[in-house]
């Protein structure tokens, strides 16, 4: 039975490689972030080392990071820690306990930048925020551990990916939650910032299945995940509220807050290696995305709604405001 070590486990991506991997008849294990905190760090490279040894996986999938780009320019140096170093610790670990493992790289479309679009694995990275920075650092770093110790350590630079399990504070879903409790009665108003951003949108579970191709190859190589469309901020609110019926411009306010200090305008991805070599393309279309996570919301909204009549107080509704 094959092994697999999953950082970032319980997150979205974590959550639909888990189960590709035990529908494949892996032995699964996870990595989480501890809440709480205990002053641990002189010996966490200890305790990676032990587990590493002990579990000894076929595949490391290293999806662990603080990955929101606005909270990266109030938490850099935590960024820079986790996101960037968090990568440098785990290739430690594994070229000291020396186990013979297959290591895949998080690595995120958000190092292209300013780059104009289309973007490719040739396009020069010039990224836009501390967390775009830390991700460049992991990027090279595992080219490093490739090339210096012939380990087997890929980067698979995804575009934007989605799903009924996204993170409410990321755009996408932070529009949908809004907008079905809207359609719902529950609030009336979205802030959101920049509306003019353009992203390259995916479903989170076909993009899930890149990473596991992408450890199944005799060579490690770096490969770009995408859709090959780009759709703005805008267009996707005005797509969800129009599906529930609704008017998004008489919804949504802009709030500065939500405004990055850099922005990343445009991006689109090229994923012809990944078309060619792994034989991987996205099955789920912009409109089915938006589909599965209003629907998906409109049932959570349903059972908000069914708490609030009765009389409870309902946190999530001032959460995602
Ligand atoms: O949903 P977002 O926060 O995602 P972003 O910044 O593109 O990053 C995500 O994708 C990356 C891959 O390209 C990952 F590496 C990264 O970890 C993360 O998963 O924002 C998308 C766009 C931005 O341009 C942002 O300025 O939406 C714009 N936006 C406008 N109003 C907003 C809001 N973003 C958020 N989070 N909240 C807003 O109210």
Redesign the pocket.
Not at 70 to 99: A, H, N, Q, W
Not at 301 to 316: F, H, I, M, R, V
């Given at each position: 039975m094959k092994k697999a070590f999953v950082t970032g486990i319980t997150g979205q991506d974590g959550s639909y490689l888990a189960q590709l991997l035990l529908d494949k008849g892996y032995e699964v294990h996870g990595l989480i972030r501890r809440s709480s905190t205990f002053n641990t760090d002189r010996i966490d490279h200890f305790q990676l080392m032990d587990l590493l040894a002990a579990i000894n996986p076929d595949e490391i999938y290293h999806l662990g990071?603080q990955?929101?780009?606005?909270v990266s320019f109030d938490m850099p140096e935590y960024t820079g820690d986790i996101t960037g170093l968090g990568t440098l610790r785990i290739l430690e670990s594994i070229r000291k306990t020396g186990i013979k493992t297959k290591f895949y790289q998080?690595?995120?479309?958000?190092?292209?930048g300013a780059a104009p679009p289309p973007q490719n694995e040739n396009t020069p990275f010039q990224p836009r925020?501390p967390?775009?920075a830390a991700?460049v650092y992991a990027y090279y770093v595992v080219q490093n551990y490739r090339d210096a110790y012939g380990m087997f350590a890929t980067n698979g630079i995804?575009?934007?990916?989605?799903s009924p399990r996204?993170?409410e504070?990321?755009?996408?879903?932070?529009i949908t939650r809004a907008a079905t409790q809207i359609k719902l009665g529950i609030r009336d108003k979205?802030?959101?910032?920049?509306?003019d951003?353009?992203?390259?949108w995916g479903f989170a579970g076909d993009f899930v299945d890149a990473m596991w191709l992408m450890l199944q190859q005799e060579k490690p190589d770096d490969y770009v995940i995408a859709t090959g469309e780009t759709h703005s901020?805008r267009e996707f609110a005005e797509r969800v509220f129009a599906k529930l019926d609704l008017d998004y411009a008489r919804h949504v306010v802009i709030?500065p807050?939500?405004?990055?200090p850099t922005?990343?305008?445009v991006?689109l991805g090229d994923a012809s290696r990944a078309k060619k070599a792994l034989n991987w393309q996205p099955k789920v279309t912009f409109d089915q995305l938006i589909d599965m996570m209003v629907l998906a919301d409109l049932e959570l909204a349903k059972k908000e709604k069914t708490l609030l009549d009765a009389g409870y107080s309902c946190a999530n509704v001032e959460r995602i405001s």
């Amino acid at each position: 039975m094959k092994k697999a070590f999953v950082t970032g486990i319980t997150g979205q991506d974590g959550s639909y490689l888990a189960q590709l991997l035990l529908d494949k008849g892996y032995e699964v294990h996870g990595l989480i972030r501890r809440s709480s905190t205990f002053n641990t760090d002189r010996i966490d490279h200890f305790q990676l080392m032990d587990l590493l040894a002990a579990i000894n996986p076929d595949e490391i999938y290293h999806l662990g990071a603080q990955s929101h780009v606005r909270v990266s320019f109030d938490m850099p140096e935590y960024t820079g820690d986790i996101t960037g170093l968090g990568t440098l610790r785990i290739l430690e670990s594994i070229r000291k306990t020396g186990i013979k493992t297959k290591f895949y790289q998080a690595s995120s479309s958000e190092m292209f930048g300013a780059a104009p679009p289309p973007q490719n694995e040739n396009t020069p990275f010039q990224p836009r925020s501390p967390y775009a920075a830390a991700k460049v650092y992991a990027y090279y770093v595992v080219q490093n551990y490739r090339d210096a110790y012939g380990m087997f350590a890929t980067n698979g630079i995804l575009f934007n990916h989605e799903s009924p399990r996204r993170g409410e504070t990321f755009v996408t879903r932070k529009i949908t939650r809004a907008a079905t409790q809207i359609k719902l009665g529950i609030r009336d108003k979205l802030y959101l910032g920049n509306l003019d951003a353009k992203r390259d949108w995916g479903f989170a579970g076909d993009f899930v299945d890149a990473m596991w191709l992408m450890l199944q190859q005799e060579k490690p190589d770096d490969y770009v995940i995408a859709t090959g469309e780009t759709h703005s901020v805008r267009e996707f609110a005005e797509r969800v509220f129009a599906k529930l019926d609704l008017d998004y411009a008489r919804h949504v306010v802009i709030d500065p807050r939500y405004f990055r200090p850099t922005e990343v305008d445009v991006l689109l991805g090229d994923a012809s290696r990944a078309k060619k070599a792994l034989n991987w393309q996205p099955k789920v279309t912009f409109d089915q995305l938006i589909d599965m996570m209003v629907l998906a919301d409109l049932e959570l909204a349903k059972k908000e709604k069914t708490l609030l009549d009765a009389g409870y107080s309902c946190a999530n509704v001032e959460r995602i405001s």
